[in-house]
């Protein structure tokens, strides 16, 4: 039976042996999911992996729903995407733990014009960080145990089933053109590998930061910094359809500052002095700035 998934060994197909469920390509080269619940298809040499303390804040903060207005506009914009009929495939590129994977696909479920879009959804999450996708198919597995389909109604039970992927990113296990939609999540669009997985006419929702996001933690790495011009991100092979900036402020703690911080790509540039400023400081008007794009594939 054949699958989206292409061997990382040598590119060929792979098909699911439907008695062990397994994978394997024409070759001989077999892969069997772990016994934690997701696939490992390749690790990167140095993939970015957080500490488990940081992983813990980044959860705790994420949860509390900080970022539920940008939720909410990612699933407005699938809603409103033209979504073909019958089974979407959905990859959530460079998923960490999976929050936003679990948070759109509730949000579709919870709403009106969304339901039917959850309900064909077949999603995947992929990083390079074996630690982050661990805890991902933990907490799936955690709620897939507690689910009660007599409590709740079969209907809710969205977002039980994605499968998770450890890969490195530069080069996808995935066949070209398989997927009908992407979500790009406080991410640059690097190379070609999501251009080539994406079907012709399939959906890409990223969403990048804007000028002004977490500003006030930001002068505490750059002194001297002066507000850029917004930046709409684009590709030749993408048509842009809709643009939206989401923006509203935040009030947090030091330490919930810190965990922020540790989701951009410019942590490292903040030495012990910088951080303990931070982490003793209290923002009472953090900024998060958002833009969110909705594109098509030419």
């Known amino acids: 039976m054949k699958s989206i998934y292409l061997c990382p060994v040598c590119d060929q197909p792979l098909?699911?042996?439907?008695?062990?469920?397994g994978l394997h390509c024409c070759k001989k080269h077999h892969f069997d999911k772990s016994e934690n619940g997701y696939w490992i298809f390749s690790q990167a040499k140095k993939p970015q992996i957080d500490s488990r303390q940081t992983m813990?804040?980044?959860?705790?903060?994420?949860?509390?729903?900080?970022?539920?207005?940008?939720?909410?506009?990612?699933?407005?914009?699938?809603?409103?995407?033209?979504?073909?009929?019958?089974?979407v495939n959905y990859l959530d590129y460079?998923?960490?733990?999976?929050?936003?994977?679990?948070?759109?696909?509730?949000?579709?479920?919870?709403?009106?014009?969304?339901k039917d879009i959850a309900n064909r959804l077949t999603s995947y999450g992929i990083t390079e960080a074996e630690n982050a996708i661990f805890s991902a198919a933990k907490i799936q597995s955690e709620a897939r145990a507690g689910f009660d389909a007599e409590d709740a109604g079969v209907?809710?039970?969205?977002?039980?089933?994605?499968?998770?992927?450890?890969?490195?990113?530069?080069?996808l296990p995935l066949a070209s053109e398989s997927l009908d939609l992407v979500t790009l999540i406080d991410k640059q669009l690097k190379g070609k590998e999501l251009h080539r997985v994406l079907?012709?006419?399939?959906?890409?929702?990223?969403?990048?930061?804007?000028?002004?996001?977490?500003?006030q933690i930001k002068e505490y790495v750059y002194p001297d910094m002066k507000e850029k011009a917004?930046?709409?991100?684009?590709?030749?092979?993408?048509?842009?359809?809709?643009?939206?900036?989401?923006?509203?402020?935040?009030?947090?703690?030091?330490?919930?500052?810190?965990?922020?911080?540790?989701?951009?790509?410019?942590?490292?540039?903040?030495?012990?002095?910088?951080?303990?400023?931070i982490a003793d400081n209290t923002f009472e008007a953090l900024e998060i700035d958002f833009v969110i794009t909705l594109s098509k594939k030419k």
């Open 56 to 87: 813990r804040a980044k959860r705790f903060l994420l949860e509390s729903g900080v970022f539920q207005p940008v939720v909410d506009k990612i699933e407005a914009m699938i809603t409103a995407a033209d979504l073909v009929e019958g089974e």
């Open 230 to 277: 917004l930046n709409i991100p684009q590709s030749s092979e993408l048509e842009l359809l809709h643009t939206e900036r989401v923006s509203f402020k935040l009030a947090i703690d030091g330490n919930q500052a810190l965990a922020l911080l540790e989701m951009t790509p410019y942590a490292w540039r903040a030495n012990d002095k910088v951080r303990k400023q």
């Open 155 to 171: 209907e809710c039970d969205t977002g039980l089933d994605t499968t998770f992927i450890v890969s490195t990113l530069k080069k």
């Open 94 to 114: 460079d998923c960490g733990e999976g929050y936003y994977l679990r948070e759109i696909k509730a949000k579709l479920a919870q709403s009106v014009e969304g």
């Open 15 to 21: 098909l699911i042996h439907e008695a062990s469920q």
């Open 199 to 215: 079907k012709s006419g399939g959906f890409l929702v990223q969403v990048s930061p804007a000028p002004r996001h977490l500003w």
